[in-house]
């Protein structure tokens, strides 16, 4: 799972940086009034976490329909052998 706090003054905010960096698979996790040291930064920690993990970027849209292609003509040659 990937997490990601970010310290901003409303929870809307959050979410639409979340939405842009995370993806619209973002889930809130947590929020809570920023800590007295990390005042500076914003009003609140805002917490979101996605499924993916730490590390790896998200794939776009093209990336996401070429591997479903590939998967979807190793299902149809898998099918096949079963059948004969």
Do not use: W
């Not at 800590?35 to 970027?57: I, K, Q, R």
Request: with cysteine; charged share 30%; aromatic share 4%.
């Amino acid at each position: 799972m990937r997490i990601k706090s970010y310290f901003v003054g409303s929870v809307g905010a959050a979410l639409a940086l979340a939405r842009q960096e995370l993806g619209p698979e973002a889930v809130l996790l947590e929020t809570r009034k920023a800590p007295p040291e990390a005042a500076h930064l914003g009003e609140y920690e805002v917490v979101f976490g996605t499924a993916g993990s730490n590390g790896t970027a998200r794939s776009s849209p093209e990336d996401q329909t070429e591997k479903s292609k590939l998967e979807l003509e190793r299902l149809r040659r898998e099918v096949s052998q079963l059948r004969c």
